[in-house]
């Protein structure tokens, strides 16, 4: 007896541990697949009718068209190998939805159902293809163009089965349809072409549209650059300007302040005052070497300091030359002050 009530403890704890587990396997299962359809199927299914729309209306309906109006069937013919070519195509991509290992038993019956329906939407439109070719390479009269009944039924099972999946799992996508003409005979194909010329002519019209904006905007942003470019500029030439102003102005004091010995200050190279000259009075010569170097270390830093703080430049070498431009006094490469030259 002891042993029964063992095993009925065992088993409710078993199920006690376990039951909460399952439940959330399920609820990831659940999600997995939720995001499967979201990001996956449904993006590719899209496409794929997407794609079979647009190759049908091209290389069916407005091609063979065109081909009961001007009788000339070795365009036609070209472009129903090319549509054949892109339907083998549509259906190797039906083939690579594969199914996930989290979808249950309904799930993997409502994918294969839409897999198989749209295969077989895509081996019809192929036969018919083929059909008209054969009919052309054995130069075959043909007055109109009727299909066999496209797969409606077959798309709009696939729709359905679609539909009632992503519903499933709380997701609503819009029915797939196609855009394939059954049945083209003469005045039809007046109405495809009346209605694929309009078509033509509002894509072109939006390209042009786009064309249009782009180059607006491309002009804008040229004329928004060219003002920013402008103000800079301005600004720039500002800054120059005061500069210039400041610059002339520190080297007014520092002449004035050499009451006549200094004959000029001016950068060694073109508008640069990283390096400047200190033009000295010949009497320079008539100081001894001592009263010299006094004169350079006095001079020199208090024309570096005026010179820096007018913004100009971070640093400034000073070397002293006399009025025939021969150098007189430079500052020493190490160890500071100035190396005087007789």
């Not at 400047?276 to 001592?290: A, C, I, K, P």
């Not at 971070?314 to 007189?328: K, P, S």
Request: overall charge positive; some cysteine; glycine content about 4%.
């Amino acid at each position: 007896m002891q042993n029964k009530k063992l095993s009925v403890f065992i088993i409710a704890l078993f199920l006690l541990v376990n039951l909460p587990i399952a439940n959330v396997s399920a609820k990831e299962s659940d999600q997995d697949m939720d995001v499967w359809l979201k990001e996956e199927m449904n993006p590719r299914i899209i496409k794929i009718v997407g794609n079979y729309n647009k190759s049908s209306q091209e290389n069916w309906n407005v091609n063979l068209s065109q081909y009961l109006i001007e009788k000339d069937k070795k365009p036609a013919a070209k472009k129903l190998k090319a549509f054949r070519d892109e339907l083998n195509d549509l259906k190797k991509e039906v083939k690579q939805i594969k199914i996930p290992d989290t979808a249950d038993k309904k799930e993997r019956k409502k994918i294969k159902q839409i897999k198989k329906n749209l295969t077989k939407t895509l081996k019809r439109s192929d036969k018919d293809a083929n059909r008209l070719i054969k009919k052309f390479d054995k130069d075959k009269k043909v007055t109109s163009i009727a299909a066999r009944k496209v797969e409606k039924k077959a798309i709009s099972k696939a729709s359905d089965a679609f539909v009632s999946l992503n519903e499933f799992n709380d997701m609503k996508v819009d029915p797939l349809k196609i855009g394939f003409a059954e049945n083209i005979d003469q005045k039809e194909a007046e109405a495809i072409l009346i209605q694929h010329d309009a078509e033509q002519k509002k894509i072109a019209e939006m390209k042009e549209k786009k064309k249009r904006e782009k180059e607006e905007k491309k002009a804008a942003e040229a004329e928004k650059q060219l003002i920013e470019e402008e103000k800079n500029k301005a600004k720039r030439e500002a800054a120059k300007k005061e500069a210039k102003e400041k610059i002339d102005k520190a080297v007014s004091e520092l002449i004035s302040m050499g009451d006549g010995s200094i004959k000029n200050i001016r950068p060694t190279s073109g508008d640069d005052w990283i390096a400047v000259y200190v033009e000295v009075d010949n009497t320079w010569h008539l100081f001894s070497q001592e009263e010299q170097k006094y004169m350079a270390e006095t001079i020199g830093p208090a024309v570096e300091s005026s010179i820096v703080e007018t913004g100009i430049t971070d640093y400034c070498d000073v070397h002293f030359i006399d009025e025939n431009g021969m150098t007189v006094a430079s500052p020493k490469f190490l160890g500071g002050g100035y190396k005087i030259k007789n």
